[in-house]
């Protein structure tokens, strides 16, 4: 033992003695345990020139090659019972003698088409083997899962085009049958199986991978029945929209009719559409009828006003007459020779006689102008027309109430002749059938118009009381017109008259200053005038003065002031 192990081994069985029976015994079973698994992985893994012979196989076919391998010595191992192992390098002999025996099982061809080669093989040929070994190896992955026993896969690779929109898609249809003990597969494990063909297949996509049950029912179809509930519920609203845009149309057609006569004059709205009911029959028919008409030999010419029509009730195609004569004496057999005949003797003698035979066939075969239709009819059809109308009579305004609040009017119903009238042109314009179940009501009905009445009324008495709102605004301005006018006349006048005394004092004024200055000038005394007679005196020397020097401007300016007075 090395020097250097020592150490090693003493610590080990140091911890070894420390340890009590109950984990000597589990570290024990450990460490068996992975020596186990170390000489079972040395075991299988020094068996690498083996290869899969077949895999999947029937328990017939694996019966009967593992009996043959047997009788011809060839060695192989299997794993359970359908999949057979035979070395790498003995493989293609061991094919080749199964073959000579007949023995190629008749199970899934795989990618092992591809393992013989042909130096005669066509590109078609491979093309089609691939498609084949595809097709196989599918076919055996998904007949691994557990919940499947077996699936047959089908792949259609369309031919190649030129171009790109007039190329097909590549598709893919999978059965399946499933294991006992499984009525149907989840919807994850459907979602994979059409991962896993989609995947494997290039140029496949998800939409175009159709997966079915042993029943052939679509299993990845998982919105069938959303579809169809949705499409149901569509249709039934396509429908209702159909029969309510028809009836809408019929309504206005009955409505346009009616104002023609009842949408005029003060109170417009003298008719009223109760109810209309427009109900639609959506029953497909299809009539097939057999129609014989008489042979046209000679058509009718439409430019003139009689009738060329020459017409046969049938022509014929082929005849046969037959004629046959006979002449001379008639011939009984009397039995066998050396007996007597059993004729009565008066009838013997009669036999003998002349006899002359004719027959005369004469047959016709004539044949008669057939018509063959077949009359789909229209999705949809009027089952049934309901309408209702009330028509109300006519108002007539006579005047005003004495009172002035109101109108005074007058009632004219409808007759019994004009419901009628009415009736008729309602039935021409919804097409009424009594075969068909149509009803229809016209009836009078006069309406109550006490509201329209009493808003009438009430705009009448605003009316009146808004003219005479405004007479009475209107003389209210004229008056206010006329005292502005009194006051500015009046105004001025007082203007005028103070004007005048103002100017009168003024002059009075100015005529004793003058004559004071005149006498104090005369007497040669000094007065001491006060600054406003100062200043006075001032304005009125600058004035005069001014009215010297510049006499146009102040007469202007008298101008002036004479104007604005």
Known sequence: MPEFLKPYIAKVKEIWSK??????????????VIVTSLVLVGTLSSDKGKVVLYQGLEPKDFAAVTAKLQELGLPFST????????????????????????????GIPGWELFDLDKWSETQFEKDIKKQRAIMGALSRTLATLKSVESAQVNIAFPPEELFEDKSEPVTAAVLLQFAPGYESLTRKEIEGIVTLVARSVPGLKKENVSVAGPDGQILNDFDNEIDKAKWELKEVTEKLKIQERERIKLLTDIRKSLEYSYGEGIYGDRFDIVRLDLKLRWDKEQIERHEVEPVVMVPDDPRTPYSERVVKDSLEVSSKTVTEEFEGHGFTPEGPAGTEPNIPPGYKDRDYQK???????????????????IITKQPWEIERVNLSVILDGKWERVGERADGEGYERRYIPVSDEEIQKVTDLLKKAIGFDVAR?????????QKDRSKQFEAEDAELRRQKQLRRLLLGALLALLFLALASLLYQAIKKEIERRRRLREEELAAQQQMM?????????EEGVEVELSLEERARR???????????ERPEDVAHLIRTWLAEE
Do not use: C, W
Not at 19 to 32: C, E, M, N
Not at 364 to 372: A, D, G, P, S
């Open 19 to 32: 340890l009590d029976l109950v984990r000597k015994i589990i570290l024990g079973a450990i460490l068996a």
């Open 79 to 106: 794993s359970g019972t359908h999949t057979i192992f035979v070395p790498a390098d003995k493989k293609d002999a061991i094919l080749m003698a199964l073959a000579q025996e007949n023995l190629i099982p008749q």
């Open 355 to 373: 006899a002359r035979y004719t027959k005369k066939e004469d047959i016709r075969n004539n044949e008669f102008n057939k018509t063959h239709r």
């Open 437 to 445: 179940g149509d009803m229809i009501s016209v009836r009078h009905l």
């Open 513 to 521: 200053r003058e004559a004071a200055l005149r006498a104090i000038e």
């Open 538 to 548: 001032e304005m009125l020397e600058n004035a005069i003065n001014l009215a010297k």
